[in-house]
């Protein structure tokens, strides 16, 4: 009898797998042969689910930006904000080298105008300002984003030795 194979679970599953290659390896210099490779593949099988490495970034965008998601009143606490942009933070931070690794491989070579245009990065950028916009309001979803990921880059860049809690401080 038959394998049954669920295609589409098994194509989310190759595309959650990839995106730590992606984070490790970039996008330019990566190869569907290579990516094949590292998820223990053929190159036929990636390509059966993926017709390009173009495809597959874009399935791999939706699993690389995933971070939780908060809901609150309008009229939560600031603690309680705090404490759910903390979680959020925390949760960018474990992959945040990484992203910004392959997000800087992603962008260039690109001028303004293909990335204002490119899907993948408005999306990501959507999905990280949706996730804020649950805990602050749409209003301050972009400004309170910018601080958020400028303190990650701030704890990046000195071993994060800015603790998280910083955040009630910047905002």
């Known amino acids: 009898m038959p394998k049954i194979v669920d295609h589409d679970k098994y194509r989310a599953e190759l595309a959650q797998r990839a995106v730590p290659v992606f984070r490790r390896e970039g996008f330019n210099g990566m190869s569907m042969r290579r990516m ?11 390509y059966h689910y993926f017709p390009s490495k173009q495809a597959l970034f874009e399935a791999c965008s939706g699993f690389a930006t995933e971070v939780p998601r908060f809901s609150l009143e309008t009229d939560a606490s600031t603690a309680e904000k705090l404490q759910a942009l903390t979680v959020i933070a925390a949760a960018m931070e ?25 899907p993948e990065m408005n999306s990501a950028l959507a999905r990280y300002t949706e996730a804020i916009a649950g805990v602050v309001g749409e209003e301050n979803a972009l400004k309170t984003l910018t601080h958020l990921l400028g303190i990650l880059l701030i704890r990046l860049l000195g071993g994060r030795q800015l603790p998280l809690s910083h955040i009630a401080e910047v905002l």
């Open 94 to 118: 474990d992959s945040f080298a990484g992203e910004l690794t392959l997000l800087l491989d992603y962008t260039r070579n690109r001028n303004a105008d293909e990335l204002a245009q490119d």
């Open 36 to 46: 094949a490779e590292a998820l223990g593949v053929s190159k036929g099988v990636l």
